[in-house]
């Protein structure tokens, strides 16, 4: 699938779509939980359905209804299962701890650039564990083996996906357990994230600095009903486009959120953009953008598209503490350097770092990288080029906002998406 775009200033209100970190999140906690939870959520992308299948390999029951997704936990040992991630990284990891502590032999499958992405300290600690995996690079991953309680040292920059999953595991085992975090600790607002989850249900983790002490024998209790909070990952890309043109809004955003995604309004306001809160909404309105220096170690996932805004922008953008985008759907670094370069923008691009050079930007034709959000990005770009656009590969927006063309269209985009 690819999509044409014409030039066409974004502008107007749309809904932010539920957050797919922490949908994943509350999905694995319910269906930990003593009783069903009635778990509210506007979209269901195919992330979220990867740990959705996945649970309901262990043994859940999950039912999509319209705008909601029910949860009858897991009640069932099984002694083995076979767990399709699809594409979802985040599936894979928060997954990997739980189903060894759950005493279950598992084979981990999926697809895309899945196979590629790391797991090795991971498996390391898993091991030390008492954890027995296949053998390193060989996909599917087996496991077997329980999880044992105790200490848990992992490097603080890797993945925080490493820590959600060990966080959601340990409070189930026997034993007591602690976790410490070897600094520098990057994406901290990921684990808070997960300790916010786990506090919902009922389950307690002290933390001191990069330490964090879990009893053991501890049980999920349900709320009942929980809504997903709003998506500041993915309302980035139309509150970019507000800083571009005209304004835009975006609803169903809290400012007291978690996520550290709401960053984005930080960058922008300091790039120049005028950014207004409000009750549950944020609008960005244009204005001359410069360029800044954006230290992205707990927002990596904000560099696609800010990167657009430094495109734009007077002067140069340094984004910096990157390293860990070329482990992602893509090696973002390199799909950033490459789109802003096929449009016309001069980049320089380092191990750790990466430098853009605003200016005009041009039309042409781009990959789309099997990343949705090296898609969404580029279709932003495109939104204020100097003539049409070509995003190729645009069917990767499914993996996280399947309907990102509809609202890219409602606030006045015009998008021709075609099949290829």
Not at 201 to 215: A, D, H, P, T, Y
Request: hydrophobic share 40%; proline share 4%; with cysteine.
């Amino acid at each position: 699938m690819y999509v044409k775009i014409t030039p066409s200033a974004l502008s107007g209100t749309v809904s932010a779509i539920s957050s797919k970190s922490d949908a994943h999140r509350i999905l694995i906690a319910a269906a930990l939980a003593h009783a069903p939870t009635e778990v509210r959520c506007n979209v269901l992308s195919a992330d979220i359905r990867a740990t959705a299948d996945c649970l309901c390999a262990l043994g859940a029951r999950i039912v999509f209804e319209d705008g909601k997704i029910l949860v009858k936990p897991i009640q069932t040992q099984k002694t083995f299962a076979s767990l399709d991630c699809n594409e979802s990284g985040s599936t894979l990891r928060f997954l990997l701890p739980l189903v060894s502590a759950l005493g279950i032999n598992g084979e981990f499958t999926g697809h895309g650039r899945l196979p590629e992405r790391p797991v090795t300290e991971l498996r390391q600690t898993m091991e030390a564990h008492g954890v027995t995996f296949s053998p390193h690079g060989v996909f599917p991953i087996h496991t077997s083996g329980c999880l044992q309680a105790g200490k848990y040292v992992l490097k603080g920059n890797v993945s925080s996906q490493y820590v959600t999953g060990l966080l959601f595991a340990l409070p189930i085992l026997d034993g007591d357990s602690e976790i410490e975090l070897l600094p520098p600790v990057e994406s901290k607002a990921y684990i808070q994230m997960t300790l916010s989850t786990l506090r919902r249900f009922g389950i307690l983790v002290e933390q001191s600095e990069n330490r964090f002490c879990i009893k053991g024998k501890q049980a999920y209790r349900s709320p009942k009903t929980i809504t997903v909070d709003g998506d500041w990952s993915n309302a980035a890309f139309f509150l970019t486009a507000g800083a571009l043109k005209a304004p835009v809004t975006v609803t169903g955003l809290f400012a007291d959120s978690i996520q550290g995604d709401k960053a984005v309004c930080d960058v922008l306001s300091h790039m120049g953009a005028k950014v207004v809160w409000q009750k549950n909404a944020v609008t960005v309105l244009p204005a001359p953008l410069h360029g800044v220096t954006v230290d992205a170690s707990d927002i990596p996932d904000l560099v696609p598209i800010l990167s657009v805004a430094a495109a734009y922008a007077d002067g140069v953008t340094d984004f910096i503490h990157v390293g860990r985008l070329r482990i992602k759907e893509c090696d973002r670094l390199a799909a950033i350097s490459e789109m802003l370069g096929a449009l016309g923008v001069r980049t320089e691009e380092a191990a750790d770092s990466l430098r853009v050079y605003g200016g005009t930007v041009q039309d042409g034709t781009v990959q789309g990288f099997n990343d949705h959000r090296m898609v969404m990005s580029a279709s932003v770009a495109a939104s204020a080029a100097q003539n049409t656009v070509t995003v190729h590969g645009a069917e990767a927006i499914r993996k996280s906002y399947p309907h990102f063309f509809e609202d890219f269209k409602y606030l006045g985009g015009k998008a021709d998406v075609l099949d290829s």
